[in-house]
């Protein structure tokens, strides 16, 4: 008999202590290998509307609920005894009359009253309503889905039970409504109050369990593997189950390089590792490279591949986990025998400033470590010929052939340097081995998979256009435009690479809040458009759930920023927020005295990157906003965003034309939405008075 797992159990098990939950494991897996082995206790719940939910004892109080047909057996929900039976009598499992899809729905005359939680006041710009408490004796709040017709709600996944609450939603019963909804109905009516579409009906399926709203919330377990993996790692609940969306990306077969876009916390890394592992498992021959931008980042997708894989080493000894720079400079020794030396930035500049001296161009330093640095070097302009007929692309500054020349003379003698001191640029080791590799057809990977691609650079995706080989899934890209913040843009398509029809944007945001994410959207425009004229649309994402209201404050002084933020983390402390899921994020190491102070104050037990307590003690991380990408936490505060600091005044005076300018300016907001986007329930973000510009961005209203 298949064994089915409902995302309701992983959840349950989540929340029990540890003992209790190896407990329950066990069970779960006698349950699989034999649910009629004779040790196994079995109790029908009288009380429940579904008469096929039985309790089955995995200690004196802790129960396993089962959802027992005589073709499946379905691990439903694990809790206390009076807790779990709670549970079971409160639902019942069907078909969705309209949809087809298997739902969990809550009997309706079972739940008391459906009122929003008397603590949490909160305003949700994105919606077109404003969902804080109305006031005593107000007039009768709006309907909001009372347009939608019954056929129109049930298209959704609205369970029959529920559409009467639903017709007369308002703005104060909606989200504490939707909490009671199966999710794939209260992500289509956030939509649809956040959008005014509603989304359409999907195609339908002829077996319920095939559906794909029933493959988000159970899965049919091949195997005690699997089982073991979904039980391991309850909180993942993405290693078990994806979202349709999610689920169809990844399985997609491609005619070309794909790329999955979507804004921050919708999933794109979630999906990178279930790409690698679906191609895994359907190509034995497959070696495959998943590649992220640096080598913490890498580190961290590592870990969460080793989650999905259970830990097996046969699986993983197919897949390499490095960042960018790493690959490239593992091939390099690989097929030269050698080490690549690579001059950082500040040496690079060092060398240009010296070559600029003896040469007289006209042009401020600013301009000619621009110019080297995002022509010269990024696009390996090898001669004057090229740098005469190279296009400049994005580029504001036109220069005429004779400033070419005269330009040209101090960056051929910054290539001379370099070359006598046997030395590359990131940039040139990346050229380095994308001329090794492009000519054969021997390729060291079958598939690249790479996360983070919004900070690939021109020689970057050039090396790994270079190591794909000649098939049309070689490459899977998965990225936000919003968040790129090291990067200057180009197209993709002149490179080759070109995602058109193959470009994907995911909408449901599992990390952040309503409230969080409604707010850091406000530092982005609604559409991004890439150079290649790819439009990314931010507009109808919806978070999962709701929480507080961010806190931004401009404070008149340092000192009182401090007591500010200090009360903030006090909170979290006394919400039982662990100190390990909070961050304190900075512009830039000037501020950090500023961050640190704040976690002194607060008692808060800290660790910073370079204190190396990294793995230590459970403490909160201070650091840059540049450190903030791709972790996340439940709690994060954005300090010291001063006029001067964001955005830092220092990149601002260096730019060297106008376009740079508006580079520096967009990619500063896009730092304060990733260090913003990293905040599950709590977000503080503070500055000192006059404060930056882009706070005001933050508490701006939407128009
Ligand atoms: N299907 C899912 N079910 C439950 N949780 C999910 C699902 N997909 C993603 N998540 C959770 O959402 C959070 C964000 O996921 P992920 O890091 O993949 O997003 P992302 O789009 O890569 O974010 P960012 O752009 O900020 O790096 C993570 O906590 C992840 O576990």
Not at 130 to 155: K, V, Y
Not at 567 to 582: E, K, N, S, W
């Amino acid at each position: 008999m298949p064994t089915i797992l409902a995302d309701s159990f992983t959840a349950a098990l989540a929340k029990l202590a540890n003992d209790e939950q190896k407990q329950a494991k066990l069970t779960a897996f006698d349950l699989q290998a034999n649910p009629d082995q004779p040790g196994l206790q079995f109790h029908r719940i009288d009380k429940s509307k579904d008469p096929n939910f039985w309790s089955v004892r995995v200690s004196r109080d802790i129960r396993i609920i089962v959802h027992k047909t005589g073709a499946s057996l379905m691990l439903a929900y694990v809790d206390h005894h009076d807790d779990a039976y709670a549970w079971a009598e409160r639902r019942r499992i069907e078909t969705h009359p309209a949809t087809g899809a298997v739902q969990i729905v809550e009997v309706r005359e079972r739940v008391e009253e459906i009122a929003p939680p008397a603590t949490t006041k909160f305003t949700q710009p994105d919606l077109p309503f404003d969902t804080s408490s109305a006031p005593q004796g107000a007039a009768p709040q709006p309907l909001i889905f009372d347009r939608l017709a019954q056929a129109e709600l049930l298209s959704i996944g609205v369970p029959p039970d529920w559409l009467n609450d639903v017709a007369t939603a308002t703005e104060e019963t909606f989200f504490a409504l939707a909490a009671h909804l199966p999710q794939e109905a209260a992500e289509g009516l956030l939509e649809y109050a956040a959008t005014g579409i509603l989304k359409p009906a999907a195609a339908p399926v002829a077996d319920p369990m095939a559906h794909p709203d029933t493959l988000r919330r159970f899965r049919v377990l091949e195997g005690m593997d699997e089982l073991q993996t979904a039980l391991d790692a309850p909180f993942e609940k993405w290693a078990v189950f994806l979202h349709p969306l999610q689920r169809g990306v990844v399985e997609r077969e491609y005619s070309g390089p794909a790329r999955v876009a979507g804004s921050a916390g919708t999933g794109k890394t979630v999906v990178a590792l279930h790409r690698v592992m679906r191609v895994l498992r359907l190509d034995p021959d497959a070696r495959i490279l998943l590649t992220t931008f640096s080598d913490p980042l890498a580190a961290a997708l590592q870990r969460k591949l080793a989650v999905l894989s259970g830990g097996r080493s046969d699986i993983e000894s197919r897949v390499t986990v490095a960042s960018f720079r790493k690959i490239a400079e593992e091939l390099f020794a690989l097929t030269t025998g050698r080490k690549a030396h690579i001059a950082d930035r500040d040496t690079v500049r060092g060398i240009v400033e010296k070559a600029a001296n003896d040469v007289k161009t006209g042009f401020s330093l600013r301009f000619m470590i621009s110019e080297w640095e995002n022509v010269i070097d990024a696009w390996r302009i090898d001669s004057a010929d090229a740098y005469a007929d190279v296009p400049r692309m994005g580029r504001k500054n036109r220069l005429g052939a004779k400033q070419r020349e005269a330009l040209w003379q101090v960056f051929a003698t910054v290539r001379q340097v370099l070359g006598q001191r046997s030395l590359f640029t990131q940039a040139s080791l990346f050229a380095a081995v994308t001329e090794t590799c492009s000519g054969k057809t021997d390729k060291p990977f079958t598939h690249i998979v790479v996360d983070e691609a919004q900070d690939l650079g021109v020689p970057e995706l050039r090396f790994l256009s270079a190591i794909a080989p000649n098939r049309s899934d070689a490459l899977f890209f998965t990225g936000d435009i919003g968040q790129r913040i090291f990067q200057q843009p180009f197209s993709w398509k002149g490179l080759g690479i070109d995602v058109r029809g193959r470009s994907i944007t995911l909408k449901v945001n599992y990390r952040t809040s309503q409230q969080i994410r409604a707010m850091a959207d406000r530092l982005l425009p609604q559409t991004v458009r890439d150079v290649d004229g790819l439009e990314e649309d931010r507009r109808g994402t919806v978070s999962v759930f709701e929480g507080l209201d961010p806190e931004v404050i401009i404070a008149d002084s340092e000192d009182a920023e401090r007591v500010a933020a200090v009360t903030f983390v006090r909170m979290a402390l006394a919400d039982g927020i662990p100190a390990d899921q909070i961050a304190i994020f900075v512009r830039s190491a000037d501020e950090l005295p500023r961050a640190r102070a704040i976690a002194e104050a607060a008692e808060l037990p800290y660790r910073t990157i370079s204190s190396g307590k990294l793995h230590t003690e459970a403490s909160a991380l201070v650091g840059t906003m540049h450190l903030a990408k791709g972790l996340e936490f439940r709690a994060v505060l954005v300090v010291a965003c001063d006029e001067g600091v964001l955005p830092l005044a220092a990149r601002v005076a260096d730019v060297a034309d106008e376009f740079e300018l508006d580079e520096v300016i967009a990619t500063e907001r896009q730092l304060l939405y990733v260090a913003a986007t990293r905040a599950r329930d709590r977000l503080f973000v503070s500055g000192v008075s006059p404060g930056s510009e882009l706070i005001e961005d933050l508490i701006r209203l939407p128009s």
